[in-house]
């Protein structure tokens, strides 16, 4: 096995303390979360005393001050532990850094230390019932109105939408402007005309709640703007990288949890008097999956690498969210398929990791999109003849 040498030992430290927080703070509660289809807020207060939320935010913000590889280790122990529930992620690696990126001093002081503690939870307001990928025909609009904006318009399909305080909440604030009248707002959930939609039922991930939002004349300060007037887009387009970067780590998190679920399992199952292990079939498939989860992991450390010296392009994370989202989704089909009947009942946790990984490759960019900016950057370079 090739070792990993991105984590430091403080950062291994950190590892075994997050796994002691899935074990007696998470696991044994995931499943009541998922009949529900929401995590209590209490899990966001304990995960903010334990030093979970905000470990790369500066210390004068609240944070830890650390760096984003501690974000990371949460993401990999969550993933590895096959939980879904917390949208830790939306709120650590979309929502702070986005305020902490483009936000006057103001506004960080004002919410990155509420966002660290988990007495504020984020959400990434961006997603239209018509507008998923295609940022720029988003229709939710923000009027200028004196000192205030007035913002009406609807969100779909938002991690963390029943029970966020804040959104960062992408407008048109020039409607003609397609990309180049795009701003982001800092909402908050308190705000009259806010109104949550649907807790909405998915196939999978069923613990984090995923909602419509709705916003009806919601007058917020011109001081809540977040960044400069219809320069949204290209906020957005700089932290997508990162965004996509963390599916990446996830998947590739996932697809080794579920291999080493399908080792241990094929190794004592008995059929035929042998063990299930002792077919070639399962010998070849596992070995396919395994060498594939290696090539997988080495380039997700990569990219990691490049994202922490700041030369992590788009086009390489377009690349490791679409190859580690199609080899998850991959894995998770072939490895069921070890345990049988079993592998199709609930309890199992293959079970909920089938159903959990539809979706990565359709958020966070879907896998055609992926492979439009990759396809895009062959020829960006070409001269026209």
């Given at each position: 096995?090739?070792?990993?040498?991105?984590?430091?030992?403080?950062?291994?430290i950190?590892?075994?303390?997050?796994?002691?927080?899935?074990?007696?703070?998470?696991?044994?509660?995931?499943?009541?979360?998922e009949?529900?289809?929401?995590?209590?807020?209490?899990?966001?207060?304990?995960?903010?005393?334990?030093?979970?939320?905000?470990?790369?935010?500066p210390?004068?913000?609240?944070?830890?001050?650390?760096?984003?590889?501690?974000?990371?280790?949460l993401?990999?122990?969550?993933?590895?532990?096959?939980?879904?529930?917390?949208?830790?992620?939306?709120?650590?690696?979309?929502?702070?850094?986005?305020?902490?990126?483009?936000?006057?001093?103001e506004?960080?002081?004002?919410?990155?230390?509420?966002?660290?503690?988990?007495?504020?939870?984020?959400?990434?307001?961006?997603?239209?019932p018509?507008?998923?990928?295609d940022?720029?025909?988003?229709?939710?609009?923000?009027?200028?109105?004196?000192?205030?904006?007035?913002?009406?318009?609807?969100k779909?399909?938002?991690?963390?939408?029943?029970?966020?305080?804040?959104?960062?909440?992408?407008t048109?604030?020039?409607?003609?402007?397609?990309?180049?009248?795009?701003?982001?707002?800092?909402?908050?959930?308190?705000?009259?005309?806010?109104?949550?939609g649907?807790?909405?039922e998915?196939?999978?991930?069923?613990?984090?709640?995923?909602?419509?939002?709705?916003?009806?004349?919601?007058?917020?300060?011109?001081?809540?703007?977040?960044?400069?007037?219809?320069?949204?887009?290209?906020?957005?387009?700089?932290?997508?990288a990162?965004?996509?970067?963390?599916?990446?780590?996830?998947?590739?998190?996932?697809?080794?949890?579920?291999l080493?679920?399908?080792?241990?399992?094929?190794?004592?199952?008995?059929?035929?008097?042998?063990?299930?292990?002792?077919?070639q079939?399962?010998?070849?498939?596992?070995?396919?999956?395994?060498?594939?989860?290696?090539?997988g992991?080495?380039?997700?450390?990569?990219?990691?690498?490049?994202?922490?010296?700041?030369?992590?392009?788009?086009?390489?994370?377009?690349?490791?969210?679409?190859?580690?989202?199609?080899?998850?989704?991959?894995?998770?089909?072939?490895?069921?398929?070890?345990?049988?009947?079993?592998?199709?009942?609930?309890?199992?946790p293959?079970?909920?990791a089938?159903?959990?990984a539809r979706?990565?490759?359709?958020?966070?960019?879907?896998?055609?999109?992926?492979?439009?900016?990759?396809?895009?950057?062959?020829?960006?370079?070409?001269?026209?003849?």
């Amino acid at each position: 096995m090739i070792e990993r040498t991105l984590f430091s030992d403080e950062h291994e430290i950190f590892r075994e303390s997050v796994r002691r927080f899935i074990e007696t703070e998470i696991s044994p509660f995931h499943a009541e979360w998922e009949h529900k289809g929401i995590v209590p807020r209490t899990i966001w207060e304990a995960a903010g005393r334990a030093g979970l939320l905000g470990c790369s935010i500066p210390e004068e913000y609240g944070g830890a001050g650390g760096d984003h590889l501690f974000d990371f280790v949460l993401v990999e122990e969550l993933a590895r532990a096959g939980i879904t529930g917390p949208g830790f992620a939306v709120h650590n690696e979309m929502v702070m850094p986005y305020i902490l990126a483009f936000g006057t001093d103001e506004q960080k002081r004002h919410w990155l230390p509420k966002m660290v503690r988990g007495e504020v939870i984020g959400a990434l307001g961006l997603t239209e019932p018509h507008a998923g990928s295609d940022l720029k025909n988003i229709r939710t609009r923000a009027v200028r109105d004196g000192d205030f904006y007035v913002i009406s318009g609807q969100k779909v399909f938002i991690s963390n939408g029943q029970l966020c305080d804040v959104i960062v909440l992408a407008t048109k604030t020039d409607p003609m402007a397609n990309s180049n009248g795009i701003s982001l707002f800092i909402v908050e959930a308190s705000r009259d005309g806010f109104k949550r939609g649907r807790r909405l039922e998915k196939i999978g991930l069923k613990a984090q709640d995923t909602s419509e939002l709705f916003f009806e004349d919601v007058r917020v300060p011109a001081s809540n703007l977040l960044g400069p007037e219809n320069g949204g887009f290209k906020l957005l387009m700089k932290n997508l990288a990162q965004e996509r970067l963390t599916q990446a780590v996830r998947s590739a998190a996932v697809v080794e949890a579920v291999l080493e679920w399908t080792i241990d399992y094929v190794a004592d199952r008995e059929m035929f008097d042998q063990t299930l292990a002792d077919f070639q079939n399962t010998q070849f498939k596992l070995a396919d999956l395994k060498t594939e989860a290696t090539i997988g992991r080495v380039f997700v450390d990569r990219c990691i690498e490049a994202f922490m010296s700041g030369k992590l392009d788009g086009t390489d994370a377009a690349m490791a969210k679409m190859w580690l989202s199609n080899l998850h989704g991959r894995a998770v089909d072939e490895c069921l398929q070890f345990f049988g009947g079993w592998g199709y009942m609930w309890e199992y946790p293959i079970a909920r990791a089938f159903a959990d990984a539809r979706i990565t490759r359709i958020a966070g960019g879907s896998i055609e999109v992926m492979k439009h900016i990759i396809g895009r950057s062959l020829f960006s370079n070409k001269k026209k003849k």
